[in-house]
């Protein structure tokens, strides 16, 4: 039996006297349980329907707080794209370095003679190897010809 603190109605001090026969009390004890559970699944069916339309309306204001940031976040990696990159989500190295890309194009390559020699021991092509020092095959054939003799 449920007590006061749960909300149900207090029972009266005394019973009620009537000429109803059992039966008759029984099948009103009956109707009326029947209606404190039809009452119940009442409330339970409202405070689901109340918690799913919090939950979507959560939901919203996540995504559009979600949506809020990444805006926020182009539009700075627009104006400074290098402190946009420093800030980024990165999942391991350096966070505070943006890397760039060199621009080794004014870089002199020493043509060394004894680096092609080992490197073509190793086996190294020719043309691999005049890409790599920037000179014609020609030159590359006469410093292994040049060491094959010498």
Do not use: C
Request: overall charge positive; glycine content about 8%.
């Amino acid at each position: 039996m449920a007590d006061k603190s749960w909300g149900a109605s207090p029972s009266p001090p005394f019973r009620i006297r009537s000429n109803d026969s059992p039966a008759d009390r029984a099948a009103a004890r009956a109707a009326a349980r029947e209606a404190r559970g039809g009452d119940r699944d009442a409330a339970m069916a409202a405070r689901m329907e109340e918690r799913a339309a919090r939950r979507e309306e959560e939901t919203k204001v996540r995504e559009a707080a979600r949506e809020q940031r990444r805006l926020d976040e182009e539009r700075q990696a627009a104006a400074d794209p290098h402190g946009a990159a420093a800030r980024r989500h990165r999942g391991s190295g350096r966070k505070d370095v943006v890397r760039e890309q060199r621009d080794t194009r004014g870089y002199a390559t020493v043509v060394d003679a004894d680096r092609i020699r080992a490197l073509a021991k190793r086996g190294a092509s020719i043309t691999g190897l005049a890409g790599a020092f920037g000179v014609p095959v020609e030159t590359i054939e006469a410093v292994l010809r040049e060491g094959d003799s010498g």
